[in-house]
């Protein structure tokens, strides 16, 4: 996207007791509170709160930062009360991976609650341990009649609309949380590496938005410190930190988490940068986001991994990830008639299609960081996003995901769904070879919602090589509306245990439903 100006029930989720406390004592910088007096004996503190990421049927990571070196310990149990507990023995936690670090849990119950907590011990003394840090989720199911439902959005702090504590923070999170999802998808966007947050913002009516600012929020991300403490930006907000104790996350990447719409191989144009390789500053976002999320494809040890994989989330759900970022050719007008490489790269394709046809899902989310059908430009000649305005047969990128969707109607593998973020706006659109240049592909859906955090902007333009019909469609007549003039936007995934069929809701928050889609299982296309 172009880098535009500026409750749940105690049965369940009573843990969240335990961890609330422990928020409030856990001050952090930015909210000024004094530190309880346990942390300047040495011990040490947990004050980023706790996350868990990638859940299966049987597994999670579990993620934590310190205040200095500790042995990160995970006990987990199927009370509140911890009665009868298992206890995970974690990472030493150091510089080296700027004091964060995860578990993964395995052999967990099916379709479970699992209640678990983090304490975090001196390594010279594991005597001297600190407040121990609460958290809880939910498995997958493993039978068909246990439904599954699931939020997703994107976009956080963007467009210098970041941490306001008069409206109270990000409270479109505790919103979410009341909701009691399964799990949240961020569909990329969960910083903006290359988006200053000033102290204050006039508003076109004349009111002031006050920002939370850090040093490392002052400029744009450059070094690893510098991302590490974007990353780290969000997580002063308490209806954040409420959130990630109570929800787990399935996590992706797009643009912001290291420059507006990059891709390999750039070398900068743009002042703000002493370091013009976007490769460079690839490698150090890279870096910081793995030490920051729990995702199982990463290893933050090794420095090795990918952000593409498969969440399976019991019979009825796989959450396909892209990443439409790391293998990208470089933007352009997009009219090649040849184009191997496109937006996924020739092996994450081949990897997608072998990955759908395994599948033995009900539902195959294909989670991708931008649209398929909307014309997302990068300056006046170029294109971010898939589509380039063509509304002819597919060139550039377009031949890409015409081959993933000509495989997808020949293998007649069902029950695909889209689902992305990115554009700042929320829309549905339905895609049928009746209406589309390009015709060998069975009707799908295209979902989009956000941001949660960020300022909102007018619809792209439809390219009709796909055949997509806006549906429905909800965003601003003007550029950068901010959160305090529009209610921001997410998504919510319902899945029936007992019929299959799959609900989806475009949400605004306040509790408003804007639209919902009710899609039948075992269809190719609908």
Same mark, same amino acid.
């Given at each position: 996207?172009?880098?535009?100006?500026?409750?749940?029930?105690?049965?369940?989720?009573?843990?969240?007791?335990?961890?609330?406390?422990?928020?409030?004592?856990?001050?952090?910088?930015?909210?000024?509170?004094?530190?309880?007096?346990?942390?300047?004996?040495?011990?040490?503190?947990?004050?980023?709160?706790?996350?868990?990421?990638?859940?299966?049927?049987?597994?999670?990571?579990?993620?934590?930062?310190?205040?200095?070196?500790?042995?990160?310990?995970?006990?987990?149990?199927?009370?509140?009360?911890?009665?009868?507990?298992?206890?995970?023995?974690?990472?030493?936690?150091?510089?080296?991976?700027?004091?964060?670090?995860?578990?993964?849990?395995?052999?967990?119950?099916?379709?479970?609650?699992?209640?678990?907590?983090?304490?975090?011990?001196?390594?010279?003394?594991?005597?001297?341990?600190?407040?121990?840090?609460?958290?809880?989720?939910?498995?997958?199911?493993? *039978?068909?009649? #246990?439904?599954?439902? /699931? +939020?997703? &959005? !994107? @976009?956080?702090?963007?467009?210098?609309?970041? =941490?306001? $504590?008069?409206?109270?923070?990000?409270?479109?999170?505790?919103?979410? *949380?009341?909701? #009691?999802?399964?799990? /949240? +998808?961020? &569909? !990329? @966007?969960?910083?903006?590496?290359?988006?200053? =947050?000033? $102290?204050?913002?006039?508003?076109?009516?004349?009111?002031?938005?006050?920002?939370?600012?850090?040093?490392?929020?002052?400029?744009?991300?450059?070094?690893?410190?510098?991302?590490?403490?974007?990353?780290?930006?969000?997580?002063?907000?308490?209806?954040?930190?409420?959130?990630?104790?109570?929800?787990?996350?399935?996590?992706?990447?797009?643009?912001?988490?290291?420059?507006?719409?990059?891709?390999?191989?750039?070398?900068?144009?743009?002042?703000?940068?002493?370091?013009?390789?976007?490769?460079?500053?690839?490698?150090?976002?890279?870096?910081?986001?793995?030490?920051?999320?729990?995702?199982?494809?990463?290893?933050?040890?090794?420095?090795?991994?990918?952000?593409?994989?498969?969440?399976?989330?019991?019979?009825?759900?796989?959450?396909?990830?892209?990443?439409?970022?790391?293998?990208?050719?470089?933007?352009?007008?997009?009219?090649?008639?040849?184009?191997?490489?496109?937006?996924?790269?020739?092996?994450?394709?081949?990897?997608?299609?072998?990955?759908?046809?395994?599948?033995?899902?009900?539902?195959?989310?294909?989670?991708?960081?931008?649209?398929?059908?909307?014309?997302?430009?990068?300056?006046?000649?170029?294109?971010?996003?898939?589509?380039?305005?063509?509304?002819?047969?597919?060139?550039?990128?377009?031949?890409?995901?015409?081959?993933?969707?000509?495989?997808?109607?020949?293998?007649?593998?069902?029950?695909?769904?889209?689902?992305?973020?990115?554009?700042?706006?929320?829309?549905?659109?339905?895609?049928?070879?009746?209406?589309?240049?390009?015709?060998?592909?069975?009707?799908?859906?295209?979902?989009?919602?956000?941001?949660?955090?960020?300022?909102?902007?007018?619809?792209?333009?439809?390219?009709?090589?796909?055949?997509?019909?806006?549906?429905?469609?909800?965003?601003?007549?003007?550029?950068?509306?901010?959160?305090?003039?529009?209610?921001?936007?997410?998504?919510?995934?319902?899945?029936?245990?007992?019929?299959?069929?799959?609900?989806?809701?475009?949400?605004?928050?306040?509790?408003?439903?804007?639209?919902?889609?009710?899609?039948?299982?075992?269809?190719?296309?609908?």
């Amino acid at each position: 996207m172009p880098n535009r100006p500026v409750v749940p029930s105690l049965d369940r989720r009573g843990v969240l007791r335990g961890s609330l406390a422990v928020s409030a004592a856990l001050s952090l910088p930015a909210v000024g509170a004094a530190a309880p007096a346990f942390a300047l004996s040495g011990r040490p503190r947990a004050a980023w709160g706790v996350q868990v990421g990638d859940v299966t049927a049987s597994s999670a990571l579990v993620w934590v930062r310190s205040d200095r070196p500790a042995r990160m310990i995970v006990e987990t149990s199927a009370t509140e009360s911890f009665r009868r507990s298992r206890t995970w023995h974690g990472p030493l936690l150091g510089a080296g991976s700027d004091f964060t670090g995860t578990t993964p849990l395995y052999g967990l119950p099916a379709g479970e609650q699992v209640h678990y907590r983090v304490t975090l011990a001196d390594p010279a003394d594991p005597r001297r341990t600190g407040r121990p840090v609460h958290g809880t989720f939910r498995t997958a199911p493993a *039978r068909h009649r #246990d439904g599954v439902r /699931f +939020l997703w &959005s !994107g @976009d956080i702090a963007g467009q210098g609309w970041g =941490i306001n $504590p008069d409206i109270g923070g990000y409270t479109v999170y505790e919103e979410m *949380r009341r909701l #009691d999802p399964d799990f /949240f +998808l961020c &569909s !990329g @966007d969960n910083i903006y590496a290359d988006g200053v =947050i000033e $102290p204050s913002v006039t508003l076109p009516d004349g009111r002031v938005w006050r920002n939370v600012t850090t040093e490392e929020k002052s400029k744009v991300a450059e070094t690893l410190a510098e991302y590490r403490g974007n990353f780290r930006y969000n997580l002063l907000d308490t209806n954040l930190r409420r959130f990630n104790a109570q929800v787990p996350s399935i996590v992706q990447w797009d643009d912001h988490e290291v420059r507006n719409n990059w891709y390999p191989g750039q070398i900068l144009d743009d002042s703000r940068y002493t370091e013009k390789n976007i490769d460079v500053l690839a490698a150090r976002s890279t870096r910081a986001f793995r030490e920051y999320f729990p995702v199982s494809t990463l290893r933050a040890a090794s420095g090795e991994g990918r952000m593409h994989r498969v969440v399976r989330h019991g019979p009825l759900l796989d959450v396909f990830v892209l990443d439409m970022r790391s293998f990208r050719n470089a933007n352009s007008p997009g009219r090649q008639p040849d184009d191997a490489t496109g937006i996924l790269g020739a092996g994450q394709l081949r990897w997608l299609e072998q990955e759908l046809s395994r599948s033995r899902a009900v539902w195959k989310v294909i989670a991708a960081d931008m649209p398929l059908g909307l014309v997302v430009t990068d300056g006046a000649t170029d294109f971010e996003a898939v589509a380039q305005g063509d509304p002819g047969q597919p060139l550039g990128r377009e031949l890409q995901i015409a081959e993933l969707l000509r495989y997808i109607k020949h293998r007649r593998i069902t029950g695909t769904v889209w689902l992305t973020a990115d554009v700042h706006y929320t829309s549905a659109q339905h895609y049928v070879p009746e209406r589309a240049a390009f015709k060998d592909f069975a009707p799908f859906w295209e979902f989009v919602s956000g941001p949660l955090a960020a300022g909102q902007f007018p619809a792209n333009a439809l390219d009709a090589t796909f055949g997509p019909d806006r549906v429905f469609v909800r965003a601003p007549d003007r550029a950068n509306v901010s959160p305090m003039e529009s209610p921001q936007l997410f998504g919510e995934v319902d899945i029936d245990g007992d019929s299959g069929e799959l609900t989806v809701r475009l949400r605004a928050q306040g509790g408003s439903v804007l639209f919902s889609k009710v899609l039948r299982p075992g269809l190719v296309g609908q």
